[in-house]
């Protein structure tokens, strides 16, 4: 087991700069996930930490020992990637041994270490098969079983669920996650699906234009965003920002109700509010309008569970309210969290 860090890493592609100046920290044994939409660095600092992409600057740290001239055969690190990479000439049974033939494992103690890792995905009665004859869940298994066959000291984890459908990835995600805590690994993993980053992660870096914006737990991130990149990343719908002179207010959807609702409680803010379009979800109805005074015109989303049974009509006005403890305030021009604000 051991950490990654990263200090003030860097790189540039002639004048992008893909990761720009990242300060990360691991702590032992727990899964660190990098979120962020397409093109924020989150892969291509994966990379830089697998040897496969060689930084601009800073240093990488793994076991505490500097590895910005290690190979990535030397670093101990296993990567799984989103196409799985797996050889499609070879049977499951030499997909997984094909590491610890390269690392130079006794021929003789190579099928019981095989056995091992498919006995973990349960993949044992695919051994035989080639990866054309799999599905996508049973391929992502046997990429998962060559990587821990190295007994690595690192996972590095590159979208692997992406290439399923919404089911089987959910299930897949359990599986991984229950597969991390068995091993107790220390793991890095990417993706562009807060779902998956939140169900997955011990804690979740966001990051944007090559930086993190934030790093925390799940509940960190969503219910105390650092700024308002945070706060619109992660939702669904995402957090409601709206502006007033030189801040931004923003409160999240499923926090925003209509006033009864909130029964005789103070310190509750309340807003009129012309729903415009309403969608219904099974268990949740999305309330989609604009904002009266002091905030006209302002677009914003409310979602109600079922248990709020109020008729609510498009194109009526209403009061709707939020608790002022749910508020959060923005700097105008910086985007950054700042402390409470009159309304």
Not at 85 to 90: E, G, R, S, W
Not at 93 to 109: C, D, M, T
Not at 182 to 195: C, F, M, N
Request: aromatic share 8%; charged share 25%; proline share 7%.
């Amino acid at each position: 087991m051991a950490t990654v860090e990263t200090r003030d890493i860097r790189k540039h592609f002639g004048d992008v700069r893909a990761v720009d100046g990242v300060d990360l920290s691991t702590q032992e044994g727990e899964l660190l996930v990098l979120l962020g939409p397409s093109g924020c660095g989150k892969t291509t600092l994966l990379r830089m930490i697998a040897g496969l992409e060689k930084p601009t600057g800073g240093q990488i740290l793994i076991g505490g020992q500097v590895v910005n001239e290690l190979p990535p055969r030397d670093r101990k690190i296993a990567m799984v990637f989103q196409s799985y990479a797996l050889y499609p000439h070879m049977t499951v049974f030499n997909n997984i041994a094909f590491p610890l033939k390269a690392q130079g494992v006794p021929k003789e103690a190579i099928p019981q270490k095989v056995e091992w890792a498919a006995s973990l995905f349960g993949i044992e009665r695919l051994v035989h098969r080639k990866p054309r004859e799999l599905s996508g869940g049973e391929r992502q298994r046997v990429a998962l079983a060559r990587a821990l066959v190295r007994e690595p000291a690192v996972f590095l984890f590159d979208e692997p669920l992406s290439n399923l459908d919404a089911k089987l990835r959910a299930s897949a995600r359990d599986e991984l996650k229950q597969f991390q805590r068995r091993i107790g690994t220390t793991s890095i993993y990417v993706t562009h699906d807060q779902v998956e980053a939140m169900g997955l992660g011990d804690r979740i870096a966001v990051m944007q234009l090559g930086k993190v914006r934030q790093i925390g737990t799940a509940q960190d991130v969503y219910d105390e965003p650092a700024d308002t990149f945070v706060g619109a990343f992660l939702g669904s719908p995402p957090m409601n920002l709206v502006e007033r002179d030189d801040h931004i207010l923003g409160f999240r959807p499923e926090q925003f109700f209509p006033r009864e609702a909130f029964g005789h409680a103070d310190r509750v803010v309340t807003l009129p509010f012309r729903v415009t379009r309403v969608e219904y979800l099974g268990a949740d109805r999305l309330l989609y309008g604009i904002l009266g005074s002091p905030f006209p015109e302002a677009k914003v989303v409310a979602k109600l569970p079922w248990t709020i049974t109020a008729p609510v009509e498009p194109g009526e006005r209403y009061s709707f309210a939020v608790h002022e403890k749910e508020l959060k305030f923005f700097d105008k021009a910086t985007g950054l969290r700042t402390g409470p604000r009159p309304i």
